[in-house]
């Protein structure tokens, strides 16, 4: 590696940090003991900033994690790279633009309902001064929450893709399948090892999000009858189809893998065929699987069990009186 690569992580570290300090520094300062919802958005902030020390201590394993992918490289036709290539740029546009289109939308927000969403005592919504204040506290805000939990879900949804991708069947000798076979293994426990437990960081935190999204729609609609939930449904409709990318790749990258242990049991009776037996590729089948830190597995049945959560969670607060929701909302 350059040293010009070298240097842009460095940087790009150096920015989130100091924007970190900024922003925790407002918050903490400013800070209203009895707004509740601000003692809440800065307790995520510092677990925004706690995952991303965890991820930046945890570098070198993942730059080992990446270095293991080296094994499907001969497996990668020219016209697999360049879409892969393609779908990585998006990827990170997606994470770009999400991140500079939040302060956009919290700022109409703010201007729709005349009043600053923030922890200081500005009042004017109308003073230009003031929105561009605000414009680039949420920018700040924004940065710091997206940048580590978005490029997290990008990294492991990008991951699991190429691993699909480069397990799909081909015409492969014995030895250079069961070859190939040992270090998809090896690749799967290494993993579970560094990423599961950030991938359970991404879905407590998607998680909360969407409850608390789903929470204020519903306020917009029965309590304000506005127009807001066209931004608050963004916002959802955004983390939704985030954590269905990660969800579907990891889906994709286990029956992948799956289909292609299962393309073994043909070469295990060829004479000299003694690498893997018949009873290690029935074990393997448990540990060929992606999970989030182990508490849950990570396949579609996921996406349906939290889809129906969603469902029953909306159902629950329709059922509350209008003035209840909107005494808790605000």
């Given at each position: 590696?350059?040293?010009?690569?070298?240097?842009?992580?460095?940087?790009?570290?150096?920015?989130?940090?100091?924007?970190?300090?900024?922003?925790?520094?407002?918050?903490?300062?400013?800070?209203?003991?009895?707004?509740?919802?601000?003692?809440?958005?800065?307790?995520?902030?510092?677990?925004?900033?706690?995952?991303?020390?965890?991820?930046?201590?945890?570098?070198?394993?993942?730059?080992?994690?990446?270095?293991?992918?080296?094994?499907?490289?001969?497996?990668?036709?020219?016209?697999?790279?360049?879409?892969?290539?393609?779908?990585?740029?998006?990827?990170?546009?997606?994470?770009?633009?999400?991140?500079?289109?939040?302060?956009?939308?919290?700022?109409?927000?703010?201007?729709?309902?005349?009043?600053?969403?923030?922890?200081?005592?500005?009042?004017?919504?109308?003073?230009?001064?003031?929105?561009?204040?605000?414009?680039?506290?949420?920018?700040?805000?924004?940065?710091?929450?997206?940048?580590?939990?978005?490029?997290?879900?990008?990294?492991?949804?990008?991951?699991?893709?190429?691993?699909?991708?480069?397990?799909?069947?081909?015409?492969?000798?014995?030895?250079?399948?069961?070859?190939?076979?040992?270090?998809?293994?090896?690749?799967?426990?290494?993993?579970?090892?560094?990423?599961?437990?950030?991938?359970?960081?991404?879905?407590?935190?998607?998680?909360?999000?969407l409850f608390k999204d789903i929470y204020i729609?519903?306020?917009?609609?029965?309590?304000?009858?506005?127009?807001?939930?066209?931004?608050?449904?963004?916002?959802?409709?955004?983390?939704?189809?985030?954590?269905?990318?990660?969800?579907?790749?990891?889906?994709?990258?286990?029956?992948?893998?799956?289909?292609?242990?299962?393309?073994?049991?043909?070469?295990?009776?060829?004479?000299?065929?003694?690498?893997?037996?018949?009873?290690?590729?029935?074990?393997?089948?448990?540990?060929?699987?992606?999970?989030?830190?182990?508490?849950?597995?990570?396949?579609?049945?996921?996406?349906?069990?939290?889809?129906?959560?969603?469902?029953?969670?909306?159902?629950?607060?329709?059922?509350?009186?209008?003035?209840?929701?909107?005494?808790?909302?605000?």
């Amino acid at each position: 590696m350059s040293e010009t690569h070298k240097r842009w992580p460095t940087i790009f570290a150096f920015v989130y940090n100091i924007n970190a300090v900024v922003i925790l520094s407002l918050q903490m300062y400013y800070i209203n003991p009895i707004q509740w919802n601000h003692i809440l958005e800065t307790s995520l902030n510092f677990a925004h900033l706690a995952m991303w020390w965890a991820v930046w201590i945890k570098k070198k394993h993942i730059c080992v994690l990446v270095g293991k992918l080296k094994f499907l490289e001969k497996e990668l036709e020219y016209l697999d790279r360049k879409k892969l290539v393609k779908v990585s740029r998006a990827a990170v546009s997606c994470v770009i633009v999400l991140t500079c289109l939040y302060p956009i939308l919290w700022l109409m927000r703010c201007m729709y309902f005349k009043r600053l969403n923030w922890p200081f005592e500005l009042a004017s919504v109308h003073d230009q001064n003031v929105l561009f204040l605000k414009f680039m506290y949420d920018f700040g805000n924004a940065y710091l929450s997206c940048g580590a939990t978005f490029s997290v879900a990008t990294f492991y949804t990008l991951y699991c893709f190429i691993l699909a991708t480069g397990l799909r069947l081909k015409k492969r000798s014995p030895l250079q399948a069961f070859t190939m076979y040992k270090d998809v293994v090896h690749l799967f426990k290494a993993i579970e090892n560094t990423l599961s437990f950030f991938v359970l960081l991404f879905f407590a935190y998607t998680f909360s999000k969407l409850f608390k999204d789903i929470y204020i729609i519903l306020y917009a609609v029965r309590v304000r009858s506005s127009k807001y939930p066209l931004i608050g449904s963004f916002e959802l409709f955004t983390h939704v189809i985030w954590m269905a990318m990660m969800i579907l790749s990891a889906d994709l990258a286990q029956k992948a893998t799956e289909v292609f242990r299962l393309s073994l049991y043909e070469y295990i009776h060829l004479p000299g065929c003694f690498e893997c037996p018949f009873n290690r590729l029935m074990e393997d089948r448990k540990c060929l699987k992606l999970t989030a830190w182990g508490v849950f597995q990570i396949n579609k049945s996921l996406f349906l069990g939290i889809t129906t959560w969603i469902f029953t969670y909306s159902v629950v607060l329709l059922q509350f009186p209008q003035d209840s929701v909107g005494t808790k909302a605000q």
